[in-house]
């Protein structure tokens, strides 16, 4: 049970060296202020999620796509509508 409320945490043998069982792992001196290597110990295929010629540029483009959708959402919902007034209207 214990594990599946802790499983990112690691025990440490009494007979074993923290220092040296934790020695591939590097601390941060400032999350926010250090330099990432966005590639490393990735798989290339992950390389290109992170990477954007422009973020400002791609956010935008997204932004209109979605307008896009929205836009035809709303005019088949209209479209949709309308054909029900006119089913229910011939129905009386």
């Given amino acids: ?3 599946l ?3 990112d945490e690691v025990q440490v043998n009494d007979d074993e060296n923290a220092r040296d069982r934790f020695a591939r792992y590097r601390s941060l001196k400032s999350f926010r202020q ?4 966005p590639k490393e110990n990735l798989p290339l295929s992950y390389a290109s999620i992170y990477h954007f010629g ?12 979605m307008r896009d959708v929205m836009d035809a959402t709303e005019s088949r ?4 509508q309308e054909m029900k007034n ?3 209207d011939g129905d009386k």
């Avoid at 250090?34 to 290597?37: G, K, P």
């Avoid at 973020?55 to 796509?65: E, L, N, P, S």
């Fill in 1 to 3: 049970e214990e594990e």
């Fill in 5 to 7: 409320m802790f499983p």
């Fill in 34 to 37: 250090s330099y990432w290597d």
């Fill in 54 to 65: 422009s973020f400002k540029a791609t956010q935008t483009d997204i932004m209109a796509d």
């Fill in 77 to 80: 919902y209209n479209q949709l």
């Fill in 86 to 88: 006119i089913n229910n």
